[in-house]
């Protein structure tokens, strides 16, 4: 099993993250966290009618973190995050159907979009819950028909926000970011470790 890094020196909390995600799990190793548990929350993700994205990530977070509370001791922290991506007011969901991917891309080609993410933490020795919303603009360049049906033929774009992945090829595509770039990956790590400072996890 693995265990928390305490780079303070503090004493022990376990930390339980709520996420399925690979992606955010080798962002907290990024800065020293290893969750000494891991919980696939299972949520129903389908946007309510009308509902709006910045409203969306935050109840898909609380969501995840009351899953994540249910296998909480009496000292542990829970973590959770939700990330969208979002074209005006319409929600780019994660998706495996290639037509969906080409409709997102379509979309977002030659535009601004806004990433969002949405972290909680929950203190269960305080009781206490902790949360941040963090947006990215990120500008995307004007797709060919060429680039885009190259980056659908590579299959990155499957169960990722927005249907891209800045991680990979379609950093190719991107003019700027204007805000957190790990949040576009799936958790702001400043923010997040701000939380987690906030707790005494990390210094």
Same mark, same amino acid.
């Given at each position: 099993?693995?265990?928390?890094?305490?780079? @303070?020196?503090?004493?022990?909390?376990?930390?339980?993250? #709520?996420? $399925?995600?690979? =992606?955010? /799990?080798?962002?907290?190793?990024? %800065?020293?966290?290893?969750?000494?548990?891991?919980?696939?929350?299972?949520?129903?993700?389908?946007?309510?009618?009308?509902?709006?994205?910045?409203?969306?990530?935050?109840?898909?977070?609380?969501?995840?973190?009351?899953?994540?509370?249910?296998?909480?001791?009496? @000292?542990?922290?829970?973590?959770?995050?939700?990330?969208? #991506?979002? $074209?005006?007011? =319409?929600? /780019?969901?994660?998706?495996?159907? %290639?037509?969906?991917?080409?409709?997102?891309?379509?979309?977002?080609?030659?535009?601004?979009?806004?990433?969002?993410?949405?972290?909680?933490?929950?203190?269960?020795?305080?009781?206490?819950?902790?949360?941040?919303?963090?947006?990215?603009?990120?500008?995307?360049?004007?797709?060919?028909?060429?680039?885009?049906?190259?980056?659908?033929?590579?299959?990155?774009?499957?169960?990722?926000?927005?249907?891209?992945?800045?991680?990979?090829?379609?950093?190719?595509?991107?003019?700027?970011?204007?805000?957190?770039?790990?949040?576009?990956?799936?958790?702001?790590?400043?923010?997040?470790?701000?939380?987690?400072?906030?707790?005494?996890?990390?210094?």
């Amino acid at each position: 099993m693995h265990h928390t890094y305490f780079l @303070s020196g503090k004493s022990n909390f376990p930390l339980i993250l #709520a996420s $399925a995600s690979p =992606r955010r /799990l080798q962002l907290l190793k990024q %800065i020293g966290i290893n969750p000494e548990k891991i919980v696939h929350p299972q949520i129903d993700e389908t946007p309510q009618k009308k509902e709006l994205p910045r409203l969306y990530v935050q109840r898909l977070a609380q969501e995840k973190l009351y899953a994540g509370k249910k296998h909480a001791s009496e @000292s542990s922290m829970v973590l959770a995050a939700d990330t969208i #991506a979002a $074209a005006g007011q =319409r929600i /780019l969901n994660k998706t495996q159907d %290639i037509n969906i991917a080409e409709k997102h891309l379509r979309l977002l080609s030659g535009r601004r979009h806004r990433v969002y993410t949405a972290v909680t933490l929950y203190n269960s020795e305080k009781q206490r819950t902790f949360f941040r919303l963090v947006c990215t603009i990120v500008h995307f360049s004007r797709l060919t028909e060429k680039q885009l049906f190259t980056y659908l033929e590579t299959n990155e774009w499957k169960d990722k926000t927005g249907s891209y992945a800045i991680q990979g090829y379609a950093a190719s595509f991107i003019q700027s970011v204007n805000g957190s770039y790990s949040n576009i990956i799936g958790l702001p790590l400043f923010e997040t470790a701000q939380l987690l400072r906030g707790q005494g996890l990390i210094p």
